[in-house]
């Protein structure tokens, strides 16, 4: 157990706040006046510190550079209308953080530590989560190995760090979409379930190229037949079939189990959909679509809530929806930032005070 007050916590001189303009902020690029950091030594966490946000003094033998033992989290923090800070559905990112850990041979992180750390240095840097509308602070956990040594094996050591940042709406237009068949994300047996770095690095080749095409971001699909659909850059992904919402299922371990995706989940069965969990074919959607059922298509992800698909493409087949008759994702949207910004019953105790 970690009580609280074995979190040391050394405060910046000057806050930053006061150079930084609340109102236009670009996502993940501006972090508040702390960080929390500690160390895995010897089987145990320790010098765990709330101090002032700086950089890393590290050799260039650190394990994590060349061998990839990364992981992360995305999480957000919201002022309900009384100015007190909540956080949506830590526990969740918790869980899956401690499953990427198990998948990357980590050390798991104690619930005390993430939790308990998060939530002293939000209250710390609490002036730095935005009031207004559309804004939250962005909450990035991560851990990586720390062992100064070339050489393929799981790290004796290790460093987990939390660091914030402000962020402002992350407005995305209705996105154009590419199905990959030539590049894959995931495969049974591999990484595709964990928040792990290199997912993301392996991911970057096949995005360029459809944006060269002129697309947003790749729908990715299985590596065997290029058929299932699996998710979208970082988003799950929701299809709405006639009065059913069709999302693909965790049990292959192919995709990533989103907070927002098991979110939607809940509130599309409480607007009335039926939800299908499962394998989900290209060539049925483009039936469905051909039927003039296939309604809306939509992603799912921490960053943006819900990102609208205005256009799919499979090889020379183009779906075209006009976002502005949909009723499920902009639905799904507004109820999702009104229960995080304090203007809906927060039904499902999702949002978790600081
Ligand atoms: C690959 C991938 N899929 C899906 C998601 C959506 O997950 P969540 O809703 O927990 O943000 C993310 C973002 O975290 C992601 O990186």
Redesign the pocket.
């Known amino acids: 157990m970690i009580a609280a007050m074995d979190i040391s916590v050394r405060k910046a001189e000057r806050s930053k706040l006061q150079e930084l303009n609340l109102d236009n902020l670009p996502f993940g690029k501006y972090f508040t006046d702390h960080m929390l950091e500690a160390d895995y030594e010897n089987g145990e966490w320790k010098n765990i510190e709330i101090k002032p946000y700086q950089p890393l003094l590290m050799n260039p033998s650190l394990a994590a550079l060349h061998y990839g033992q990364a992981i992360f989290e ?1 999480i957000k923090a919201y002022k309900d209308r009384n100015g007190n800070p909540f956080i949506f559905r830590p526990q ?2 918790y869980r ?1 953080f401690n499953i990427s850990a198990e998948r990357m041979q980590m050390p798991a992180v104690p619930e005390e530590l993430f939790m308990e750390g998060m939530k002293q240095l939000i209250s710390l840097d609490r002036n730095w989560i935005p009031s207004r509308e559309d804004h939250s602070l962005y909450i990035r956990p991560f851990m990586f190995s720390s062992d100064e040594l070339i050489g393929v094996r799981p790290s004796d050591t290790y460093k987990f760090m939390i660091i914030l940042s402000p962020t402002g709406p992350y407005y995305v237009a209705p996105m154009r979409i590419y199905v990959e068949e030539n590049y894959v994300r995931a495969v049974p047996g591999g990484v595709g379930y964990a ?1 792990a770095a290199g ?2 690095g392996a991911s970057m080749l096949a995005t360029a190229e459809a944006k060269k095409k002129g697309y947003d971001q790749v729908l990715w699909t299985d590596a065997f037949e290029h058929k299932y659909v699996q ?1 979208i ?4 992904v929701f299809f709405i079939v006639g009065n059913k919402a069709m999302t693909p299922g965790l049990e292959l371990g192919t ?2 189990d ?4 098991q979110s939607a989940i809940t509130l599309l069965k409480e607007m009335g959909y039926t939800i299908e969990e499962g394998r989900i074919n290209i060539d049925f959607l483009i039936e469905a679509y051909k039927a003039g059922e296939l309604k809306e298509v939509f992603g ?4 943006a809530t819900i990102s609208l698909i205005k256009e799919l493409r499979y090889k020379d087949f183009v779906m075209e929806f006009n976002v502005d008759t949909w009723k499920a994702g902009p639905t799904l949207k507004s109820w999702l930032t009104d229960i995080r910004e304090g203007r809906r019953e927060d039904k499902y105790g999702w949002m978790v005070p600081v």
């Open positions: 995305g969740d990112n899956r928040k997912n993301y998710e850059g970082t988003m799950n995709i990533l989103g907070v927002t995706r799912t992800g921490t960053a």
